[in-house]
């Protein structure tokens, strides 16, 4: 069965610092992978998505994530964090082998931002 | 171009009231499928609806059914509310390939005392 762990709940960082945000999933086949990200009361915008070919995704607002096939991960990252970045953000897998296409989630990593 | 929307945006009903709730695609999609996100939590599959038909069934019981139109628009039913049922109903829609992106709308949040 296909599952997706954040391992970090709550994350903390100043402004213009790097960021990483973990990811692992479990799948038995190669996986459908996505980043969304959720603003307080809205719904959820995607940030990126990995399919196939180059394992390094770049996606809006300069994050960018790295599919590790023998760690099963896909850790999102940003190198300069800015204020309006602060969200909580999902990791998801796509169930491509239902012929469906609804997502599985991890249970989010909330970023807080401070100046 | 509007996106994916959804209403009402907030609801209040009691344990044991029936409670529908509504989504329109973005245009051009086909599919829409709705996700319940309990507080502090990340999304979970409900189902999925494609040319009229649930496609996909997530882990839920039958109190939660649903439908699509012809235009692909898609309601929400549950019946028998449980307390437990509070929660955000997030409604998405694409097409049905699977690497297809799923765009989400802003959700409805549900309250049941």
């Known amino acids: 069965a296909q599952s997706v762990t954040q391992p970090d709940i709550h994350i903390t960082v100043s402004e213009g610092a790097s960021l990483e945000l973990r990811c692992n999933y479990s799948?038995?086949?190669?996986?459908?992978l996505f980043w969304y990200v959720q603003s307080p009361g809205q719904g959820l915008q995607l940030l990126l998505k990995?399919?196939?070919?180059?394992?390094l995704v770049q996606g809006i607002k300069g994050f960018e994530a790295e599919f590790k096939r023998s760690q099963s991960s896909f850790n999102l990252r940003k190198p300069s964090v800015h204020w309006s970045d602060a969200a909580e953000y999902f990791c998801?897998?796509?169930?491509?082998?239902?012929?469906?296409?609804?997502?599985?989630f991890g249970t989010g990593t909330r970023l807080t931002v401070i100046p | 171009d509007a996106g994916v929307t959804q209403s009402p945006t907030h609801l209040i009903k009691t344990r044991g009231q029936q409670v529908t709730l509504r989504c329109s695609p973005k245009?051009?999609?086909?599919?829409v499928s709705w996700y319940q996100q309990a507080l502090g939590q990340g999304p979970q599959f409900i189902f999925q609806?494609?040319?009229?038909?649930?496609?996909q069934r997530g882990n839920f019981p039958d109190r939660f059914s649903g439908h699509q139109f012809p235009n692909y628009s898609s309601e929400l039913n549950v019946n028998a509310l449980l307390l437990g049922d509070s929660a955000l109903y997030l409604c998405?829609?694409?097409?049905?390939?699977?690497?297809?992106?799923?765009?989400f709308g802003p959700g409805t949040r549900l309250l049941v005392l």
């Open positions: 998405a829609s694409s097409l049905i390939a699977p690497q297809e992106t799923q765009y």
């Open positions: 799948y038995g086949a190669t996986p459908y």
């Open positions: 990995y399919f196939s070919g180059d394992t």
């Open positions: 998801a897998v796509g169930a491509i082998r239902t012929g469906a296409n609804n997502l599985f």
């Open positions: 245009s051009g999609h086909d599919t």
């Open positions: 609806y494609y040319e009229e038909e649930e496609r």
